[in-house]
């Protein structure tokens, strides 16, 4: 039975881990523009530095 | 003629559009106008021109630039004080909505606006939204200086006073946040609900007391948080006396938790919260799939975006930049050229040539003289003006049509179908609790309370809810895709009772800027032709570049002693010929009033021909027009002349009405009539001058060439090349209503099977638990894939 509770244990908290990434990745607003990060690593001088 | 007619096409290569002559060129690189050459000459200088190699020719069209200080308002400290949203005195925060941008290479150049500008010290773009946050050493640069870089490179920042006054809602993240507690919620109390579904060993007694109450725990934020949006919209909505068909849901929520809580606790059974926080979590899904929005349109702009934030005044001989409601009658205006004008008023120095197209649908610039009164919204083509105002900017000729006072009040119950379904729904539903209480209490009094409550959570509207969000969120999506962007998912439904469609003319059944021009006189020879288009492109009115583009002879000869006279036409010398193009006036003296547009020429002093204008309707609307007018009436509404009766007549037949010279406020009073005529009216119109006519039919559809550019307030904005399909668009939304049907339907049945064990007091949670989630998972299929077949049997994305 302990072991079935230490289990519960760590599957609860592993989900709540990525509960709160997930939450944390809405907050920091991850979801709001899909365009920018994908376009912005294919450019070769990267945007802000003199090139 | 036509040999010569077949040669490439030359394009701009900064906007990709055709060059009328091979004068502005940088080496092989051709451009339209000196807008777009200026434009790759900066971003050679600065070493971008990577802009042109990610995308081909993405540039922004740069003919129509504005010159002049239109800017200067910026430097006013307290217009910039509401316009930034940061300062530490030093480093400034701003934030640009840019309409203009459309591609990865806008992305690359505007995130480079350092290399650009010294001051600035950062931009980073939110493409979604069309905004970028740009960063700024105030002592290096300037406001106004980093909105005409922008502006320079063709990324023209859109500010609007409603921009100012009312900031662009941000998106809704507590309903994301409550959508994440309560899958993850759902999911783990799914997973500990298995131990009890399969049976534990009576051995175990004490590991399922652990299971039960680790469920309750987890339901608990469920119940408190994630399903808030249920309780408040049932609260608002019997407060104001209106049975929603959130009241049902809500109080199914209350009762299942109080149950299984209360099992929990004495210790009889584990609850059913996993069916409870199942729906709350679907239900949740579906609001948020309708609710998505469109977050770079704007569907509620008026003639406050489309103006100016700010104008210049004359002052003793001093222009001041002034915010448009500090605008007093009696002030002295300075207008430059392509800048719009922002109040009724006398015109005192310059000539006005003043594009009212989008105002009023007259398709060609009118000519204005000194001392003639000119009206708010239309556009200064040529040259700068001043004019003194005789009306405030509120009390204009057009923007008094927004403060009619029945346009505010105008906002009404939600009427959709399904609440008024959920309500006879709800009405059964406590019939059949209130004869199983009676028949429990009778037979055997302690069954009476859980018959009651199971009743009420097996039968909660969840799927009816579920199957209206689901739908209508994929409706929308489904149109988005096409171009087509409804402003909430309430418009679908309206939809369905349209019986009238009124189509405004200029600018929605014609394409704005594009002509068709007839020769008629003494047949030309090619020569003659390119002299002809060589003194043409030399000018930017309208009809000049309408005829160069007819010609289209990019053969780059030399136009020399130009001459042009602005509302008349031009002169000009080519290979020793006297060409001038202009009115029959300008061309030969004659006064001809003539009501169709005509474009004059003379060669050496004779006058040999004409090309006769006339607007380019699109080329779906044949199709368009037929298949409407099976199920609808039509009329047309323009505010241009009718030059084009007959035209219009052919293409609607006879018995429907085509009105033309129609004011803004006549259109507005012809929709409001057939309304009291009891007829449900679409509106189809672009321009400022539909906007009153939009706003009072019950859909009022705004097209647009460009989505993002300013479109009046409306229900509805179509991409003006998806025009064509609009009939299809609404085959979709109707069948809507037959989609959530069918669905309903299908849960009514999960219901009953549901209800038999329900009233015999024996609904065990291994039975809700199957019922629930294999509800939900059906009709979402169902929904989706019903809505999604009939768009693709209708040839949609």
Redesign the interface.
């Known amino acids: 039975m302990s072991v079935i509770l230490i289990l519960l244990i760590a599957s609860i908290s592993v989900a709540a881990i990525f509960l709160f990434a997930f939450l944390w990745s809405v907050k920091t607003g991850q979801f709001e523009d899909d365009f920018s990060p994908a376009s912005r690593i294919l450019f070769d001088d990267k945007p802000g530095t003199e090139g | 003629m036509p040999t010569t007619r077949t040669e490439q096409k030359l394009r701009c290569y900064h906007c990709g559009e055709t060059a009328t002559s091979t004068h502005i060129h940088i080496e092989e690189k051709i451009f339209c106008c000196d807008g777009c050459k200026m434009v790759y000459e900066i971003l050679n200088e600065h ?1 971008l021109c ?1 802009y042109y190699s ?1 995308n081909d020719k993405p540039g922004i069209n740069q003919r129509a630039r504005q010159g002049g200080d239109k800017f200067a308002f910026l430097d006013d400290p307290d217009i910039e004080t509401k316009l930034i949203s940061f300062t530490d005195g030093q480093q400034t925060h701003v934030t640009f909505y840019l309409p203009q941008m459309h591609c ?1 290479s806008c ?2 150049l505007l ?2 606006l ?2 650009l500008e010294t001051g600035v010290i ?2 980073k ?5 069309k905004e970028a946050d740009i960063v700024f050493t105030r002592s290096a640069t300037s406001l106004r200086k980093v909105a005409e870089i922008l502006t320079a490179i063709g990324y023209e920042p859109y500010i609007s006073l409603q921009d100012i006054t009312a900031k662009r809602p941000s ?1 809704n ?1 507590t309903m ?2 409550q959508l ?2 309560a899958g ?1 919620c759902f ?2 109390i799914m ?2 609900s298995f131990p009890e579904y399969l049976g534990i060993d009576a051995s ?1 007694e ?2 399922r007391g ?1 299971f039960r109450w ?1 469920n309750f725990g987890l339901a608990i934020p469920v119940f408190l948080y994630s399903a808030l949006p249920f309780y408040e919209s049932s609260y608002k909505s019997l407060r104001h006396k209106f049975l929603n068909i959130d009241a049902p849901i809500a109080l199914a929520i209350l009762i299942t938790f109080i149950r299984s809580a209360y099992e929990v606790i004495a210790g009889t059974g584990g609850g059913y919260f996993d069916s409870m926080t199942g729906i709350v979590f679907f239900m949740l899904a579906g609001r948020i799939i309708q609710d998505r929005t469109y977050r770079q349109l704007s569907f509620e702009r008026d003639y406050r975006s489309y103006f100016p934030l700010a104008v210049t005044v004359l002052k003793d001989k001093q222009g001041k930049p002034t915010l448009l409601p500090n605008i007093k009658p009696g002030d002295e205006l300075l207008i430059h050229s392509q800048e719009l004008i922002p109040a009724d008023g006398i015109l005192t120095r310059g000539k006005a040539f003043i594009d009212y197209s989008f105002v009023t649908g007259e398709s060609m610039p009118v000519l204005k003289e000194v001392g003639e009164l000119v009206y708010a919204g239309g556009k200064q083509t040529e040259g700068n003006i001043e004019l003194l105002v005789v009306k405030e900017v509120a009390q204009s000729y057009l923007t008094k049509l927004w403060n009619r006072e029945e346009f505010k009040e105008k906002e009404e119950n939600p009427t959709s179908f399904v609440h008024l379904l959920s309500r006879y729904f709800t009405y059964i539903v406590l019939a059949i609790a209130l004869a199983t209480g009676i028949y429990w209490q009778f037979t055997d009094p302690a069954r009476l309370w859980p018959a009651v409550s199971s009743v009420f959570i097996i039968a909660c509207p969840c799927a009816l809810l579920l199957s209206n969000s689901f739908t209508n969120g994929n409706i929308l999506q489904i149109l988005g895709r096409n171009r087509f962007y409804l402003r909430n998912a309430e418009i679908i439904e309206r939809f369905a009772g349209i019986d009238q469609v009124v189509f405004d003319k200029t600018g929605t059944l014609t394409v704005p800027d594009e002509e068709v021009l007839e020769y008629h006189g003494k047949p030309l020879n090619r020569k003659q032709e390119e002299w002809l288009a060589a003194v043409a492109s030399q000018s930017t009115h309208p009809l000049s570049r309408a005829l160069a583009k007819h010609i289209y002879a990019p053969t780059g000869l030399e136009v020399t002693d130009l001459k042009e006279i602005p509302g008349k036409g031009l002169e000009a010398g080519v290979e020793g010929n006297r060409i001038r193009i202009g009115s029959a006036e300008f061309v030969n003296g004659s006064s001809v009033s003539e009501k169709n547009t005509r474009i004059c020429f003379s060669i050496n002093e004779n006058f040999s021909g004409y090309y006769e204008v006339s607007n380019f309707y699109r080329h779906d609307l044949e199709s368009l027009i037929s298949s409407m007018k099976k199920d609808h009436e039509i009329a047309i509404l323009s505010g241009d002349n009718d030059q084009e009766k007959d035209h219009l007549r052919k293409l609607l037949g006879p018995g429907s009405t085509i009105l033309f010279n129609q004011k803004p406020e006549d259109k507005l009073e012809y929709i409001r009539q057939l309304q009291r005529q009891g007829k449900k009216v679409m509106m189809i119109g672009d321009g400022l001058n539909d906007a009153g006519a939009l706003k009072q039919s019950d859909v009022g559809i705004a097209v647009s060439g460009q989505v993002n550019n300013f479109t009046p307030s409306s229900d509805a904005i179509i991409a003006a090349a998806e025009l064509g399909r609009l009939p299809r668009f609404i085959r979709l939304c109707k069948a809507n209503r037959n989609i959530v049907m069918a669905s309903f339907v299908l849960s009514i049945a999960y219901n009953i099977i549901g209800l038999m064990f329900a009233v015999q007091g024996d609904l065990s949670p291994l039975v809700a638990a199957i019922l629930m989630p294999s509800s939900s998972l059906s009709i979402l299929l169902l929904t989706f894939g019903s809505s999604s077949l009939m768009a693709r049997l209708l040839g949609m994305k």
Do not use: H, P, Q
């Open positions: 070493a990577n990610l990865s992305l690359y995130e480079n350092n290399r950062s931009c773009v939110n493409f979604t939204r998106i993240k994301v946040y994440g507690i993850f999911g783990n997973l500990m175990e004490g590991l652990i680790l």
